[in-house]
């Protein structure tokens, strides 16, 4: 800060957390819509895609979206402007791994002075307060957690507490939303069908080149020529995804490229840094996504 | 016994110097515990006889006495003897030589067999040749003897002391210091020491001096220079030596600072050289060696080759010339040297430029010599360009143009990427019908004059039926002259590409640019050509951006003008192939009507166009066309000029041959879908090859005969995958592809029987259904093979299942102190309550967890069951136990009743015997911790017949049967490792494990009739194994390789990858081995 103070790092109850700005996301195609549908109808969400091709800014923006004014019609008028942060939505994110255990979500027993103490895990405050949870990365989370989203993705919409003996009745804000990214999902780390099953399946994949292009001038404000050689060698690198590339160039590296070149550093460096070196360790690949860049970049 | 005797030489002892006979007195009470009085009185006789020799002997004599008891030890009384009178004749020649040898007896005869005593004392004496110094060399020489006999095969003690003799002729100092370097550096060497020994003895002929030196150098020798191959530089040295170079260790020293400069790997490949130079001019080997770091920095080891034929056959005509060019101090060494090391070979750089053209377009592009293309006879024939045939890029195989490699590789890229722009910017996928994006359509109506001519001349649409087979032809078709279209057509897409790479690849114009230049520089003066010639080569140089410094005629000023725009309009981003052939149509028309005749110097004038391009202008062109019919019509009859002939190619772009690509892939998908089109017949084909334009280009130095034409049918009807042409056989036009190989994909019919894909290595693709596996039960024998293999290994059986045994309880273990878990943990809930009273904040993991990994794996072991697998495994087993026979009596007994059993019941084990027992043992291991598993055997003949035994099927549960099918193994034909791998895949990936292991057992590489075309089966059949094993891993499964073949290390490298194996040393360890293996891969 330029006028010394140190501003105070914000902090929020996991449940609190709103999208205050609005994320910039360009729709590809009718995701937005099928979102839509899909929260009003209570139907919960599985987005499908490779990494940074922007699932995670979707269910934010969508989460911002449907907590502007317009579309909260269940809210009686009288409500007031004070409670403008109510009828938002707050989006409850959870990167699961493969230690994440049930209790870890649903919440657990804690020891304080007087002895021990219920603390509601991510989960069912996200279940009790109406918000948007989204868990990344799903398939990485052990097999017992998967089964606690099932009551709460049909039409029972609660979530059981075993071991304080309760269940909780979602509030009607309440969507269930999942990732997960098929190219690296292997047969043990399936998603079960009993599982899959519970949800409407939206497909992601990178935006085609003019729009990634402006996505990419949108969010690094390098040049638009730039952003459009930096899309182009996304697709570029794209098609190399069968001859040793676990993954293409996600739209998220290729902004980082940008943000480098927006600040000065050399194009072909910071496709090199922010791009080939993070992609692959293997020399001869490197090096012909060099020759790539090189030919695109001046 | 008599006391006479005794007084006697006690008496005699007494008159030399007192302390001779202490030594006498005090040795003798040892002494006479070992020797009977007689043979004491013959040792003392022989002492006081060494001491009475000379004047100062009683010194050797007291040394005698001192060292006696400790020699006797070691030398029976004859032996004992012998070597005393070895030091009495000593003592006779020099006492100091006696005291030596005895002094050093002790320590040496312990290593040296008695009889080698005389030799030894002998080779001393032969250094002795009676002067002050030979004595003293003689005295070190028995010094230093312990250390050499001790290390050195006795033979090899003669051959140096010989050595040291011949030198010792010239100086005794430097036999001397060659006598202690060699004591040091002999026994360090292995099996080169011969070698080097035999150098060194002709070295002493030649340059004795060197000897020293070469002493000096051979450390640094073993130590740089790569092991196998030190004795093939000694013998080098040895060469060098005899045919008369002075300074033989001047060359080792080089020779070894070389050496150790370069990889060691090359070191065998350099010797080849210098064996290869040392025949025809021995001195040059030194400045070649020399030389080799700084050319090896410059060039690889295979272009090293390059480098040296040069220099060889130079040095053959003028040895001045040669020695110089190997020194390095030539031009055309450097200039040789200056081409290689800039030069790109295709094969270094394949792996990325295949990546980039794939990145690229994003099509699977297989990167090929363009040598390839040339040799499929389908009609390309200049095997240093680029070109495409629409699936793969062929490049030259060495580029060389520039002195730089930075140069050389851009224009790589600048050609790769040409190339590839025909792929990326579509230019065969030129279609009729479709619209131009910049130009407006004028195919129509020129087809439509087209048809109106030919109706008038009486041909109506006759010729044009085969060549509108494909649209280029069809488009081609429209013109008269076709091969001016053509060109036209060529420098117009060209001219399209280029610009769209410098647009839409800024990082590689500078490059196009630079390597456009230089191709402007190579083209033709304009001014001697041709006006119609001129025009095209106009045309060329503005596809190449040349619009300034341009020699234009005077009569068609404004025909140029208008070309220039046009080929500026088509440099559009938006512009496609159809706008290239909008544009050829627009030259034609204009050049067509150029007289093709030369013009002299005065009527051309300059002109620079740059700055006057415009937009082409439709109105204009078609005044133009009107204006130039008109004054064509008026010039009347002498308008026919000379006859076309088409521009020299600009070389970095490489063949074009747009038909030829649209017909081979039209050809391919008629092919493959039968019945929509009718596919061209074999006298349709050949027609429409005698009519394109791409094939006469290439046949200028003859008349295309027609076998040239049938030849080329057949092989574009190969290429495109159609039925061979009917009939004809033996007609004498062989293909020029072999068809070893038969065609065609398998159906598994009958129950039991899975077809699988193979590998095909060269095409960089899977054949489909190309191996039918038939899963076989394998019939039950006798089940005493199966107790009987757990008896004989019944220690060894006992260890593995306590092995095993002990996995179990490492996945049961409870986890304490945890945040969470199944119940809580008392203890640490008892210090978390207590820390509350205390006030202190408590730990907050208390929980326990029973861990929940559980062993779940589930492994597949697959069987050699092929024909070699009969071979009986060598006797070395057999003799290694002759030499250990126990020394003991009880156990020798045992030892020997158990080869007697052993060679009664079975005189040799085979291979398959040691894989049955391995199977018995293995079943019995996992059967302890409950894996799941099945146990195959694989076998086969031909790609028809690939046999899969089940000897327990993975669901199977362990029961007699199985027992009784392991006696049945056995072997039976070939091994096509790779269907039977995929077979194996199939039957491990429904398993619900969490570790899934593929084991090989096998014998060798894999082989069977038919794997491939000849002269590439083996490496076809290692890649499809490897691609096999691939596939496995990505199922998940972890493949693991064994083999017993010891020369495994060869191709399992290739075959497994970073995949495991293991090559078995010695095969008896199998059974120990594999349960091993197993384990430590499941933990």
Redesign the interface.
């Known amino acids: 800060m330029v006028d010394g103070t140190r501003s105070e790092p914000k902090e929020y109850a996991i449940e609190e957390f709103l999208i205050k700005e609005k994320p910039y996301y360009k729709p590809v195609g009718d995701e937005e819509d099928l979102f839509n549908a899909a929260y009003n109808q209570h139907i919960p969400l599985l987005l499908k895609g490779p990494t940074g091709c922007g699932k995670t800014r979707f269910v934010e923006y969508m989460a911002w979206k449907l907590g502007r004014p317009m579309t909260v019609v269940k809210k009686n008028g009288a409500q007031s402007k004070a409670n403008e942060a109510q009828k938002q939505i707050p989006l409850v994110t959870i990167a699961c791994h493969e230690d994440l ?1 049930a ?2 979500l649903v919440g ?1 027993y ?2 304080d ?1 007087e002895g021990t103490k219920w603390i509601d895990g991510p989960m069912t405050r996200a279940v009790k307060n109406g918000a948007i949870l989204y868990l990344d990365e799903v398939v990485e989370a052990r097999k017992d957690t998967t089964v606690l989203i099932h009551p709460l993705t049909d039409h029972r919409r609660v979530l059981p507490v075993e071991k304080t003996g309760t269940i909780i009745e979602a509030d009607d804000r309440f969507l269930l939303c999942i990732s997960y990214n098929p190219h690296y999902q ?3 780390k399936d998603i079960k069908q009993s599982t899959r099953q519970r949800f409407i399946s939206v497909e992601f994949d990178y935006p085609p080149v003019d729009v990634e292009a402006e996505i990419v001038f949108q969010e690094s404000g390098c040049t638009e020529d730039e952003a459009m ?1 930096l899309a ?1 060698l996304g ?6 995804r ?3 590339l676990q993954e293409g160039a996600s739209t998220r590296l290729l902004i980082y490229a940008g943000r480098l070149i927006k600040e000065g550093i050399t194009a ?1 460096r910071a496709c090199q840094v922010a791009i080939v070196w993070t992609l692959t360790d293997e020399p ?2 490197q ?3 060099e ?8 | 016994m008599s006391t006479e005797a005794w007084k006697e030489l006690e008496s005699s002892l007494n008159t030399l110097p007192g302390s001779v006979s202490d030594a006498y007195e005090e040795s003798k009470v040892s002494m006479s515990e070992i020797f009977s009085d007689d043979e004491l009185l013959l040792w003392g006789k022989e002492g006081l006889a060494i001491g009475t020799q000379t004047v100062r002997s009683w010194e050797a004599a007291i040394e005698y006495f001192n060292v006696s008891a400790m020699v006797v030890k070691s030398l029976a009384f004859p032996s004992f003897m012998q070597w005393a009178r070895c030091g009495t004749h000593l003592s006779q020649d020099a006492p100091s030589l006696a005291s030596a040898f005895f002094s050093v007896s002790p320590s040496i005869v312990t290593n040296l067999r008695p009889q080698y005593i005389p030799r030894w004392v002998g080779l001393g004496r032969g250094l002795y040749k009676g002067t002050w110094k030979s004595g003293n060399l003689a005295s070190k020489f028995f010094e230093c003897s312990p250390e050499l006999v001790r290390n050195l095969p006795f033979w090899d003690v003669e051959i140096f002391a010989s050595l040291l003799e011949s030198i010792s002729g010239k100086s005794y100092e430097v036999a001397a210091d060659c006598l202690d370097l060699g004591t040091t550096v002999l026994p360090a060497m292995g099996r080169e020491r011969e070698v080097f020994l035999s150098m060194l003895r002709s070295l002493t002929d030649t340059s004795w001096r060197e000897v020293k030196s070469c002493l000096e150098i051979v450390p640094k020798v073993a130590k740089d220079v790569e092991d196998m191959q030190i004795g093939r530089f000694l013998k080098l040295g040895e060469k060098l030596a005899k045919s008369g170079m002075k300074d033989t260790s001047r060359f080792m020293a080089d020779g070894t600072q070389a050496l150790s400069g370069v990889q060691p790997n090359t070191h065998g490949k350099i010797l080849d050289l210098c064996e290869t130079l040392v025949e025809v001019e021995y001195d040059a080997v030194q400045p070649f060696l020399k030389s080799l770091e700084t050319v090896l920095a410059g060039i690889t080891i295979i272009q090293l080759d390059q480098w040296f034929q040069t220099g060889l056959n130079l040095i053959k005509e003028n040895k001045e010339a040669g020695l110089a060019f190997f020194k390095i101090e030539s031009n055309t060494s450097e200039s040789v040297l200056k081409t290689l090391s800039s030069s790109i070979d295709l094969d270094v750089i394949k792996g990325i430029v295949t990546l980039y053209c794939t990145a690229l377009t994003g099509q699977d592009i297989e990167i090929s010599n363009s040598q390839e293309l040339v040799d499929k006879g389908i009609g390309w024939v200049d095997e240093s360009w680029a070109s495409t045939d629409g699936t793969q890029v062929f490049l030259p195989a060495v580029v060389d143009q520039y002195d730089d490699k930075q140069s050389n590789f851009s224009w790589f890229k600048v050609i790769a990427t040409h190339q590839v722009g025909r792929l990326e910017f579509g230019s065969f996928e030129f279609e009729f019908d479709t619209e131009a994006k910049v130009f407006t359509n004028r195919r129509v109506d020129a087809e439509k004059a087209q048809a109106e001519k030919l109706t008038k001349l009486g041909q109506p649409d006759e010729v044009g039926n085969v060549r509108t087979y494909t649209d280029i032809g069809k488009f081609l078709n429209l013109f008269d002259e076709t091969k001016l279209a053509f060109d036209i057509f060529t420098v117009m897409e060209d001219c399209r590409l280029d610009y769209l790479i410098k647009t839409l690849y800024p990082g590689i114009k500078a490059s196009t640019k630079q390597v456009q230049e230089d191709a402007i520089l190579k083209r033709p003066e304009i001014t001697e050509l041709p006006l119609k010639e001129a025009m095209i080569e106009l045309l060329i140089r503005f596809s190449l951006d040349q619009f300034n410094d341009l020699k234009v005629p005077e009569e068609y000023e404004d025909v140029v003008i208008t070309l220039a725009n046009l080929v500026h309009t088509l440099g559009n981003s938006e512009s496609t192939v159809e706008d290239s052939a909008e544009a050829t149509i627009r030259a034609y028309e204009l050049i067509s009507k150029v007289i093709n005749e030369t013009k002299p110097e005065e009527e051309w004038k300059d002109e620079d166009l740059e700055d006057q391009l415009e937009d082409f202008d439709e109105d204009e062109f078609e005044s133009l066309v009107e204006k130039m019919q008109q004054s064509l019509e008026m010039s009347g009859e002498d308008g026919e000029g000379d006859p076309y002939d088409s521009p020299s190619p600009v070389e970095y772009r490489g063949d074009f041959k747009p038909e030829m690509v649209q017909l081979i892939s039209k050809l391919q998908n008629d092919a493959s879908e039968p019945g929509e089109n009718q596919p061209l017949s074999q006298e349709e084909l050949e027609q429409l090859l005698q009519e394109t334009d791409e094939l006469e280009l290439d046949a200028e130095q003859g008349e295309i005969d027609a076998g040239m034409f049938a030849a080329w049918v057949e092989n574009i009807m190969k290429e495109a995958g159609m039925p061979p042409p009917e009939g004809e056989p033996g007609d004498g036009q062989s293909p020029v592809l072999s068809s070893a190989e038969e065609e065609g994909e398998l159906e598994a019919q009958e129950p039991k029987t899975y077809a699988y894909d193979e590998w095909d290595f060269r095409a960089g693709d899977y054949k489909p259904r190309w191996c039918i596996v038939k899963e076989k039960t394998l019939e039950e024998g006798e089940q005493s093979f199966y107790t009987e293999a757990l008896n004989n290994y019944s220690g060894l059986l006992a260890h593995i299942k306590r092995q095993f045994e002990l996995i179990m309880p490492e996945t049961w273990r409870k986890t304490y102190r945890l945040v969470d878990g199944e119940d809580i943990d008392l203890n640490a809930a008892i210090e978390a309550i207590s820390d509350l009273r205390m006030g202190v904040p408590p730990e907050d993991k208390i929980y326990w967890r029973r861990n929940k990994v559980e062993r779940d794996v589930a492994a597949v072991f697959l069987l050699d069951m092929s024909a070699s697998t009969a071979e009986a495994i060598d006797e070395g087993r057999q003799n290694s136990d002759d030499t250990d026979a126990p020394d003991d009596p009880v156990e020798y007994m045992v030892w020997l009743r158990r080869r007697r059993e052993g060679l009664t019941r079975r005189n040799y084990k085979r291979i398959i015997d040691l894989e049955k027992e391995s199977a018995a043992l293995i079943i019995q291991a996992i059967e302890s911790i409950g894996d799941q598993y099945g146990i195959y055997g694989f076998s086969g003949y031909g790609r028809e017949n690939v046999e899969f035994y089940v000897i327990k099927d993975i669901d199977e549960p362990f029961n007699d049967k199985i027992k009784r099918r392991i006696d049945k193994i056995t072997p039976l034909h070939a091994t096509r490792m790779g269907a039977s791998i995929r077979h194996a895949i199939t039957k491990l990936e429904n398993k619900d494990a969490t570790t899934k292991i593929m084991f090989l057992i096998s014998d060798g590489r894999p082989q069977d009739r038919g794997y491939s075309r000849e002269g590439v089966e083996k490496e076809y059949a290692v890649h499809d194994t490897h691609q096999a094993l691939i596939e496995a891993r990505r199922k998940n499964i972890i493949p693991f390789c064994l083999t017993v073949d010891k020369a495994g290390h060869d191709y399992l490298k290739e075959m497994c990858g970073d995949m495991g194996y293991e090559v078995l040393d010695n095969i008896w360890s199998l059974p120990e081995r594999l349960p091993m293996v197993y384990r430590n891969l499941t933990k």
């Open positions: 255990t209790s870890d657990r804690l020891l002075a292997s047969a043990l050689s182009r697709e570029k690198i794209r098609h190399l069968d001859s040793g072909r001869e690949l090096r012909s996504i020759e790539v860049v090189s030919s695109i970049f001046e």
